[in-house]
Nanobody, 123 residues
Framework: QVQLVESGGGLVQAGGSLRLSCAASGRALSNLDMGWFRQGKEREFVAGIMKSGNTISYKAAVKGRFTISRNSAKNTVYLQMNSLKPEDTAVYYC??????????????????WGQGTQVTVSS
């Protein structure tokens, strides 16, 4: 069983920054593909990192503004969000996938989810 706890959301003005954290327990990150999703009208993929740490992917709309990273010693994944825009407003979820050969952008491929953290960007 894997537990995921997100933190770091909040209210920020357009152009500002936030860093989301996702602390994982139950499995080491080296055994998990990790993804960040956000829920607007749909749940959409934002960024992901494979268990190897060598493969990273971003939604086109956030590329160059958001950075996913991980700290294996803390078993924590981060999403650094810069140059935030009002359209980034959503509940952000951390997700983990146990078995994979490719990094998936499909939310249904992920096995475990955090509780979500609200990000609100004001104009």
């Amino acid at each position: 069983q894997v537990q995921l706890v997100e933190s770091g959301g909040g209210l920020v003005q357009a152009g500002g920054s936030l860093r989301l954290s996702c602390a994982a327990s139950g499995r080491a990150l080296s055994n998990l593909d990790m993804g960040w999703f956000r829920q607007g009208k749909e749940r959409e993929f934002v960024a992901g990192i494979m268990k190897s740490g060598n493969t990273i992917s971003y939604k086109a709309a956030v590329k160059g503004r958001f950075t996913i990273s991980r700290n294996s010693a803390k078993n924590t994944v981060y999403l650094q969000m810069n140059s935030l825009k009002p359209e980034d407003t959503a509940v952000y979820y951390c997700a983990a996938r146990l078995r994979s050969s490719l990094l998936s952008t499909d939310s249904t491929a992920y096995d475990y989810w955090g509780q979500g953290t609200q990000v609100t960007v004001s104009s």
